[in-house]
């Protein structure tokens, strides 16, 4: 059992994933494993891709996930979940995203959403 609130290492198939629960893809190095082992050292973790990829799933509070990213450095994919930013963490890349969104939607018709 899990209590409520807490954000566990996801190790297993998509299926595997408690209803209910969200599951985010971040994609990290191994040198951030241990600032990622720190930042919740009570839960169980696995690492795939020679310690690249860490899937994170909770049962809620995104916002605590999103805090807990963000103060890392790192940033995620909400791959499912309740409904709300695709991207959660640290905002990286923006800079290229308005180069891309500025050749692709020069007359800017188009919105982003984070």
Do not use: C
């Not at 919740?40 to 809620?60: F, H």
């Not at 909400?78 to 800079?95: K, L, N």
């Amino acid at each position: 059992m899990v209590p409520a609130g807490a954000i566990v290492m996801w190790s297993g198939t998509l299926a595997s994933v408690p209803s209910g629960w969200a599951l985010v893809k971040v994609p990290l190095t191994p040198k951030r494993i241990v600032p990622v082992e720190t930042w919740q050292a009570a839960s169980l973790r696995r690492y795939s891709s020679g310690g690249n990829v860490a899937w994170i799933a909770t049962a809620d509070s995104m916002q605590m996930l999103d805090e807990g990213l963000s103060s890392l450095g790192l940033s995620g994919l909400v791959v499912f979940g309740p409904p709300g930013r695709a991207r959660i963490g640290a905002r990286t890349g923006e800079a290229f995203e308005q180069r891309v969104k500025t050749v692709f939607d020069p007359k800017q018709k188009f919105s982003v959403h984070g």
